[in-house]
């Protein structure tokens, strides 16, 4: 039996996250930064904005601004506009607005995801110690699907965290969903969401649930899921990483807040500092 001596070589594969962080996330190409002060030329500003495969970039004299919701990481911006745009590392990318995935943020912005947060955080409160997932594909690539799966396997393992999927949206807190919103799925995902008892969270996992992604909003899709349920987290990413979505996931149900490094409260007003 091989498995023997290769697991005690190896040891607790484990990861420790959140208790502990995860060596995982400097690595990782999580968001792109914009940045404050325009380090590039009209021209090159404007290469970035026709680059952007999903229109993510605009571009208002000297402001710009870009839609994490829509930004599939694909490095355009990066490569071809570097004073303005940069890749950062990380994994902790999910937001309690829509808005909040438009870097930088505008006016007003602030109070607005704060309020939603305490909204939030009233309805899960009991949602603690034992969280049921339920997943639904509503039109995705695929991609998506195996960043989910890969949280039940041994360097994950969610089940860890109180975190356990169920098949049954009657036994679910949170609905999980990844793609487009296609109309196929429409109906099916409604019905999902009637189906689950009170208090329920929506998390919608990448890019295409947040906004379409390279789809977009056309005939066949909806451009994103919000436009067919309420949706209370979306983690970007093309895909996100299981850290990313299990990040999601725990800030949803006020197990951790959104950026546990801001120095800000989480959604339950727990400091983090």
């Not at 049921?132 to 195996?146: L, M, P, Y």
Request: aromatic share 6%.
């Amino acid at each position: 039996m091989p498995w023997i001596p290769r697991g005690v070589r190896d040891g607790i594969v484990t990861s420790r996250y959140p208790r502990q962080p995860d060596g995982f996330g400097p690595f990782f190409f999580g968001h792109v930064h914009v940045a404050p002060a325009l380090g590039d030329g009209p021209e090159a500003l404007a290469d970035a904005v026709r680059a952007c495969p999903t229109g993510a970039i605009t571009l208002d004299g000297d402001a710009v601004r870009l839609d994490r919701g829509r930004c599939v990481l694909c490095g355009r911006c990066v490569v071809l506009a570097p004073g303005t745009f940069r890749a950062d590392p990380g994994f902790e990318t999910a937001a309690f607005e829509r808005r909040e995935l438009v870097v930088p943020p505008g006016e007003g912005d602030d109070a607005e995801v704060a309020a939603a947060r305490a909204r939030l955080a009233r309805r899960v409160r009991g949602l603690r110690r034992s969280v049921h997932v339920r997943h639904v594909d509503a039109g995705s690539d695929g991609s998506e699907e195996w960043e989910v799966a890969a949280l039940t396997n041994p360097v994950y393992d969610v089940q860890r965290l109180g975190v356990f999927f169920t098949a049954s949206p009657k036994h679910a807190d949170v609905l999980l969903v990844t793609g487009a919103g296609s109309a196929g799925m429409e109906r099916p995902l409604r019905e999902t969401y009637d189906l689950m008892p009170e208090p329920k969270v929506v998390v919608a996992v990448g890019v295409d649930a947040a906004s379409g992604g390279m789809v977009g909003e056309r005939y066949a899709a909806r451009g994103g899921v919000a436009q067919l349920v309420p949706v209370d987290v979306f983690v970007p990413g093309s895909p996100p990483s299981p850290f990313g979505i299990l990040h999601g996931i725990l800030a949803a149900v006020g197990i951790l807040g959104s950026r546990p490094h801001d120095g800000a409260e989480d959604p339950a007003g727990r400091s983090r500092t």
